[in-house]
């Protein structure tokens, strides 16, 4: 008796995380992209008996390519009601919530009644930490039972961690080798506190501090880049993106630690990343990040309400000597192994067991 897993949207060529949930965890599941329509079309071929999930992870990949809020609102509800159907048809729903909120979400309105209707129809919802936990359980008002807790996995399957920037290494991408290098990386978008980093650097104007960016520009930054002064300008190398797999060890190797200065965020996984090539974070105290990330440790935090916060932390980052931020690179490397996907993928793997061994009767045939 064959059970399938249909998992939505497909974001595997952006980022590795989907493949690593399912090469160690539902294997046996025959995991595959497709649109819960998709689903639906499949759970009619299958026999009664056999069991299906429908794991949604990013929920505004149902609608964030629509032309207008009226667009959006339709496919939204469209979906809603095949969600519906698929349930009715005995299916399993498992979401994965990533964020507080989806993030540039063009149709916040559209977002509000697509999750009303995804809280009501799922039966597990997945988080990454205790703060999403806490985010699911007195803001969304999911209970204990429809809360599963598996932190993301390391990137390590990918990526093998990085000795420190070698000799020649900055060279290609236009870095000076002596420079102290912060990397920004990942969707390049508002929540991510560019205008904030680039303000900061402007004021501190140090020589010896060069910044790196690389990713796909959701907001352009030709304006923000504009109004620093050109002293302070040409140490900011600009990579566009978005970024292939095979450059990302290039990119990490150049720098000497990531910057994140996230207005809001739940999970990260620029951070994750960063830890897996042995590379510490520089990011404002949020709790999603400082369940991973610890002051001194893997890297430097700061309090998210300090507007100086960020300013003073690159400071501290600048002070550092060489063992210093050797022993920082290390504890960020030591860190990333806890959330080894071997043990990661048999706690997913539970969770789909879980689902499969809920699996209601169907209450009505698919059409």
């Given amino acids: 008796m064959p059970h399938r897993l249909v998992f939505f949207p497909d974001y595997r060529a952006a980022n590795p995380y989907q493949s690593l949930l399912y090469d160690h965890s539902a294997t046996d599941l025959h995991p595959q992209p497709g649109t819960i329509a998709d689903a639906l079309a499949w759970r009619a071929q299958q026999a009664p008996e056999a069991g299906m999930i429908f794991h ?4 505004d990949g149902v609608y964030r390519n629509e032309p207008d809020e009226a667009a959006a609102r339709a496919v939204a509800e ?17 979401w994965t919530l990533h964020n507080q909120a989806p993030h540039d979400d063009r149709y916040p309105a559209v977002q509000a009644l697509l999750r ?15 703060e999403a936990a806490r985010f699911a359980r007195f803001e969304l008002g999911i209970a204990a039972e429809r809360l599963v807790i598996v932190p993301h996995g390391n990137y390590r399957p990918r990526f093998a961690p990085l000795a420190a920037p070698r000799e ?21 978008d508002a929540y991510k506190g560019i205008d904030e980093l ?4 402007g004021r501190l104007d140090r020589p010896e501090l060069w910044l790196l960016i690389a990713g796909q520009q959701v907001v352009r930054l030709d304006e923000p880049l504009a ?31 990531l910057v994140a200065p996230y207005r809001r965020i739940l999970t990260s996984g620029a951070a994750m990343l960063a830890l897996s090539l042995g590379r510490p974070v520089l990011a ?15 890297g430097l935090l700061w309090e998210p309400a300090d507007p100086a916060g960020l300013e003073r932390t690159l400071e501290r980052f600048l002070a550092l000597d060489a063992a210093a931020l050797e022993q920082l690179a290390a504890g960020a490397a030591a860190r990333a192994e806890l959330f080894d996907w071997r043990t990661i993928g048999n ?16 209450r009505r045939l698919l059409t």
């Fill in 168 to 188: 020649g290494g900055r060279a290609a991408l236009g870095l000076p080798e002596e420079a102290r290098v912060v990397l920004l990386f990942g969707r390049l």
């Fill in 284 to 298: 404002p105290a949020h709790p999603g990040l400082a369940e991973l990330v610890r002051d001194g440790n893997e």
């Fill in 227 to 257: 109004r620093l002064p050109p002293a302070v300008r040409q140490r900011i190398v600009v990579e566009p993106g978005p970024v292939p797999e095979a450059r990302i060890p290039l990119l990490f190797h150049a720098a000497d630690a």
């Fill in 116 to 130: 009303a209707a995804i809280l009501r129809l799922v039966d597990l919802v997945h988080v990454h930490g205790l």
């Fill in 78 to 94: 469209r979906f809603a009601l095949d969600l519906e159907r698929f349930v009715d048809g005995g299916g399993m729903v498992l």
């Fill in 347 to 362: 706690l997913m793997a539970g969770v789909f067991g879980r689902l499969l061994a809920l699996r209601r009767p169907l």
């Fill in 56 to 59: 949604l992870h990013w929920e």
């Fill in 198 to 201: 680039l303000d900061a650097i």
